[in-house]
């Protein structure tokens, strides 16, 4: 008797092909809803764009509107908006690792869970089965509810509240980023293979030891790596807070770019993908280093 | 006693006496419930029916319990060390049960002296003293089982429970392995139960073998009174498994 397809696989092939299928409707639908025209993607004003990636080409560390042209203020600007969206990013950082930490401890099970065929059940009944759940639950609420508002939009509202302060632009970088932060230290921890923490219970630990000792050190080195990839991210985001009025690239990106200076304009642009470059290479150095 | 799994009877019936500093070895084939006596031997699963005695005292109730799971050193057959620990950190953590939070918190991250002392002891008596500081992930497969066994003797055990110790290693190490579990208990009056099965290994060094088939024993005997005859029923496969073997090779 021939097999049948689901048999050989093919139930999962049509499964795939009906979501690309679905994923591809969905695209037209949008398309469609939207009112969008191909053709309107071709830009209205070509030279314009010509003239604007031309000028990366020539990108200059003097004022191109000839303000003060014997200093290299472009210059000047560059490495003040570099060194404020470093400080910003690092900042917020600074703040967002220990809220990540104590997001993601709390937000995972691993703590204070015991199924070791119920032989040691260290933790106490009450806890495990009502205090815990509600805990975590909550813990997972509060970082879900801090990422899914963007940056920008937490620099909105808090600009709103505090006022253009330095402290209100780390504030809205943090917020967002512990809750990110938290969300993935604690998947990692709940993916980390379990065979180190189980002999752990062998010995006799309690749940708290066996996930200091037993899943935290498997997990450090994606939570390590993870974490370099997001102060990464900490910087594009910091630089983009300048169009905000923080004194971080962006302000004198957005400066320039409604004076139509686009040499500036790639003068800081070319800072910036430098940063992330270096920042880059240095992250990889580290992980090489520390996360083998 | 006994232990089930749903459906499925892993023990039944078993009644077993051993005697302090004694060596032997369950063997059987897959399957036939030796991993399970040995974790409920050490306290590490809850029995379902019957009594598990020790020192006159019955692990049914908790303390006598715990006291087990600190007294009885259990190796693993795939070592189940944290392979981004040092060797030294993952013998301290032999006394985790012995320990509260900040106490193995600071002897883990910043072990004393007269601790790094008792580890290389243990790691001498193991054969991998030059170690101390390597990452485990560094580590052979046989000198990995010697960190095991190093952490399940800085337990300070008195009895020792090695649960297909040699499944992993090549014929020469799982001998140097054996040899090295036998004179540790020898020479400490150590209780060793090693689930094996390589029948031929288990022969050469266990003076006792207690032979497990479906849950139930089938033998429990000095090795120099089990012939072969015996050991070839123990593995004989049933009608039903042939078929299940048959099908799942086709």
């Known amino acids: 008797m021939a097999p049948r397809a ?41 030279h314009r764009l010509v003239e604007f990636f031309g000028a990366a080409l020539h990108p200059t ?39 990540g930490f104590v997001l993601g401890f709390l937000g995972t099970p691993a703590w204070w869970e015991d199924d070791c065929e119920g032989a040691r059940r260290r933790s106490p009944f009450c ?97 390590t790596a993870y974490t370099l990839y997001r102060f990464e991210c900490a910087l594009r985001s910091s630089a983009v807070l300048g169009f905000f009025g923080f004194q971080t690239l962006g302000y004198f990106i957005k400066l320039s770019f409604d004076e139509n200076l686009y040499h500036e304009v790639w003068t800081y642009l070319w800072g910036l993908v430098l940063l992330v470059v270096l920042t880059d290479s240095l992250s990889g150095a580290l992980r090489r280093r520390f996360v083998a | 006693m006994g232990r089930s799994y749903g459906e499925v009877r892993a023990l039944d019936g078993v009644t077993l006496e051993i005697r302090p500093g004694e060596i032997l070895s369950v063997v059987g084939p897959s399957g036939s419930g ?23 005292r019955d692990l049914g109730r908790l303390e006598p319990r715990r006291l087990a799971v600190e007294r009885t050193g259990f190796v693993h057959q795939d070592h189940r060390l944290v392979p981004n620990l040092r060797v030294a950190q993952n013998v301290l953590l032999g006394r985790l049960g012995r320990q509260g939070l900040l106490a193995s918190l600071r002897s883990v991250v910043l072990p004393r002296r007269h601790e790094l002392v008792r580890v290389h002891e243990v790691l001498e008596r193991v054969g991998i003293q ?13 000198q990995r089982q010697r960190v095991a066994i190093a952490r399940a003797l800085y337990q300070e055990p008195r009895a020792l429970l090695c649960d297909e110790p040699v499944a992993s290693l090549d014929p020469t190490r799982s001998r140097a392995v054996l040899e090295l579990l036998r004179d540790i208990a020898v020479e400490r009056g150590l209780t060793l139960v090693l689930s094996m099965h390589d029948i031929d290994l288990a022969r050469e060094y266990c003076p006792r073998l207690v032979g497990l088939r479906q849950g139930r024993v089938a033998f429990d005997r000095a090795t120099t009174d089990i012939d072969d005859d015996e050991l070839d029923r123990l593995y004989r496969l049933e009608q039903g498994e042939l078929i299940e073997d048959g099908a799942a090779r086709g």
């Open chain 1, 127 to 223: 806890f495990c089965r009502f205090l815990g759940p509600l805990l975590k639950n909550g813990t997972r609420l509060l970082a879900t509810f801090l990422r899914s508002i963007h940056e920008l939009f937490w620099a909105v509202l808090l600009l709103a509240a505090f006022g253009p302060l330095p402290s209100t632009g780390i504030l809205a970088l943090f917020l967002p980023f512990a809750g990110t932060l938290g969300k993935i230290y604690a998947e990692m921890v709940e993916e980390t293979p379990r065979d180190a923490g189980l002999a752990l219970r062998d010995l006799g630990a309690r749940p708290v030891q066996v996930f200091l000792f037993g899943l935290l050190p498997r997990a450090l080195p994606d939570m």
């Open chain 2, 34 to 56: 030796k991993s399970t006596l040995l974790r409920l031997l050490a306290a590490r699963a809850e029995r379902r029916r019957g009594s598990v005695v020790v020192d006159s």
């Open chain 1, 6 to 46: 689901a048999e050989l696989g093919g139930g999962r092939v049509g499964a795939r092909g009906r979501l690309f299928v679905g994923l591809l409707t969905a695209g037209v639908l949008s398309w469609l809803w939207l009112g969008l025209d191909p053709a309107k993607l071709l830009p209205r004003a070509p």
């Open chain 1, 61 to 99: 560390l003097v004022s191109e509107a000839g303000v003060v042209p014997d200093r290299l203020i472009v210059g000047e600007n560059l490495l003040q908006g570099l060194l404020n969206t470093v400080l910003f990013a690092a900042a917020a950082m600074s703040l967002a690792i220990p809220a």
């Open chain 2, 130 to 142: 030059d170690r101390l500081f390597e990452r485990c992930d560094k580590l052979s497969g046989g």
